[in-house]
Every structure is written in C-alpha cells, then in structure tokens.
C-alpha cells in the first residue's frame, strides 16, 4: 500500500507564488512517475505536470514558462514550484505517484485560491 499527501497549498494574491509537496510513503523501495493534475470548480480534472524516475518532465501548456516540477528520489517525494500565479490556477491539485507494481496512487488534495 502506497499513501500519498499533498501539502503547500493555500491563499496567494495574483502574481505570487507557491510550493507544493507531494509525499510518497509505504512499503516500496522507489516510486514511479510522480505528477499533479488539478480540478477546478465545475471543470474537468486535468494533468499540471509530470515528472520520471529518471527526471523527464512534462507540463501543460497553460502552465508552462510558470511552474516547475522536481523530486527527490530518496524522499519519494515530488515538487511543484508554481510562480506568476493567475485567478485560472485555482483549483483543488492532486497528486499522483505510480508504484513499481503499476497502480496508481492518489492523494486527497490541496487547495490552491489566487485571488485577484
């Protein structure tokens, strides 16, 4: 069993910026890919960012330029550094980590509101 937490989520004014962190704990010896996907009010959960093992990223569009995501492996932990923040960034993230059996893993997430 993999448990997986959020945390760094908060209130930041349009332009600032935030760090999440993303967890990994449980009975494995490494994690798979880590990545974030986000849900805002009355919108489709989608993917933020991603990051490998081996230290490939990925990002949305909407996000690229702005957010930067890392890990440390030993912590089997993961990163999102968020910077110029927009009102569109809101939403509830949730992070993912893949187990080496293949699962996928979830944690309950965290808000992030960027008010104007």
């Known amino acids: 069993q993999v448990h997986v937490v959020e945390s760094g989520g908060g209130l930041v004014q349009t332009g600032g910026s935030l760090r999440l962190s993303c967890a990994a704990s449980g009975t494995i010896a490494s994690i798979g890919t880590m990545g974030w996907h986000r849900q805002a009010p009355g919108k489709q959960r989608e993917l933020v960012a991603y990051?490998?093992?081996?230290?490939?990223?990925d990002y949305a569009d909407s996000v690229k330029g702005r957010f930067t995501i890392s890990r440390d492996n030993a912590k089997k932990t993961a990163y999102l550094q968020m910077s110029s923040l927009k009102s569109e960034d809101t939403a509830v993230y949730f992070c993912?980590?893949?187990?080496?059996?293949?699962?996928?893993?979830w944690g309950q997430g965290t808000q992030v509101t960027v008010s104007s």
């Open positions: 993912y980590s893949i187990a080496p059996n293949g699962r996928t893993y």
């Open positions: 990051i490998t093992s081996g230290g490939y990223k």
